[in-house]
């Protein structure tokens, strides 16, 4: 098929990307000039692990281009799909301007009918809205479907060839089953195509990604439960993870969520909610939750050390809001540097993809160090805020010599504590160990009835 992709951000570059992969000839649009030419140069203005190497491929082949030339990209397009960003807007709701001036560019340069596609994470009842407004412009005949986009920061590309699901709104058979051909080569039996109305699957994006972040926001309430009383995240997620119904996956605890959807989508849903008059108290808690959880990490290390960090050196691994990615919007990471600048502390920072974002933000006020064990130099603690791979296992030995005091405050509980504790260094994770708790311990002969532990798995996947 022949594919206009308009908007060449995360979601667009990646989508387009793929659909070439499959054999479709895509344009990938943008109106930033800087940035298509930078991709037509071979640049790729992201981190995506795989993705450069993916559009080098496809374009060397003849399938992927990138235009700032709207009407002649979508010209003769079967498909034309909008993927433009839908940031907050200043009443909680999500900004559509993009959209919309997608949608009227689009209906003033259609030649013949087209089927549009809306990619963009948007509120229930833009389809509806997109083609009214496209229709006062345009008398060619045109389609808008809806098709939410579920893919993961770090894991883009598998998620786009092994979806969970996919999932198409469309008003007629006809259109979904176009979308349905185009998907075909990755869909199977576990992984399907489903079409519904346009209102269900836009706000089938919003209730997966808040029911995620619901059961983020869960699991560190009851963390923070586990640290006031003593008791051990690590085993009660043991302990409910086995009942089938509730199940390992994406309960790990921590310094709370961040990235370009979950806060976004969250506060655009509790917005839809107000619009309607409807209450939806659980979501605004979500939300009220991981705005306290962002403090935890700070508070934890301030009430360590007894209510002052004046002077101290602080290391803090890790900036972007998760692993391999370089994004760090509504970072945890964020809110802990300014805490600890505030009150009075010098910060030293690493991360391996994300520095120079931070750098743009914090300057001079921050030290930024390239290696983990460089940010460790005569420090007073070490605060973990992004769980990279890199950091699981570190070597104890070089840390003890390197800091000058010898904490940890793990808050992607990624560390193992016992084999922290075993170095000498103090230990805080999130509703993990504390002053006042212990784990068992358990007997070797017991521990060898014990099934392997799934949560190492779930910890990985999360
Ligand atoms: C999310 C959805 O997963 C994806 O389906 C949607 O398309 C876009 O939003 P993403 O923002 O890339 O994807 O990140 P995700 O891996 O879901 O993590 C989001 C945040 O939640 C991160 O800050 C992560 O650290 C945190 N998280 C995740 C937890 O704190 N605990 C968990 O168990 C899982």
Known sequence: MKIAI?????????????????????VCIDKDRAKISMLEAGRIPIYEPGLAGLVAKNVREGRLAFSVDLPRSIDGADLIFIAVGTPQGKSGGADLSGVWAVGRQVAESLRAPATIVIKSTVPVGTNAELTRQMSAITPVPFDVASNPEFLKEGAAIDDFFKPDRVVVGARRPEVAERLLELYRP??????????????????????????????????????????????????????????????????????????????????????????????????EAVDSVNEYQKEVLPRMI????????????????????????????????????????????????????AMGHVREIFGSRLVYCESPYSALESADALAIVTDWDMYRAPNFQLMRDLMRRRIIFDGRNCLNEAAALQAGFQYQGIGRLTPGSSRPRTRANILEHVPPDPLTESFDSA
């Not at 089938?244 to 961040?258: E, N, V």
């Open 6 to 26: 308009v908007g060449t951000g995360y979601v667009g570059l990646v989508t387009g990307t793929c659909l070439s992969d499959l054999g479709n000839h895509v």
């Open 186 to 283: 990755i869909l199977t039996h576990e992984r399907p195509f489903l079409a519904m109305a346009p209102e269900s699957a836009e706000m089938t994006k919003y209730v997966a990604n808040c029911l995620l972040a619901s059961k983020i926001s869960f699991i560190n309430e009851m963390a923070n439960l586990c640290t006031g009383y003593g008791a051990h995240i690590d085993d009660v997620r043991r302990g409910i993870g086995y009942d089938c119904r509730i199940g390992f996956q994406f309960l790990a605890p921590g310094a709370g969520y961040g990235g370009s959807c979950f806060p976004k989508d969250v506060r655009a849903l509790i917005h839809m909610a107000k619009m309607v008059g409807i209450p939806c108290q659980m979501i």
């Open 302 to 353: 301030l009430n360590h050390f007894g209510g002052s960090i004046r002077g101290m050196r602080i290391a803090v691994w890790g900036l972007a809001f998760k692993p391999e990615t370089d994004d760090i919007r509504e970072s945890p990471a964020l809110v802990l540097i300014e805490e600890l600048l505030q009150a009075g502390a010098f910060v030293r920072v690493t991360d391996p993809q």
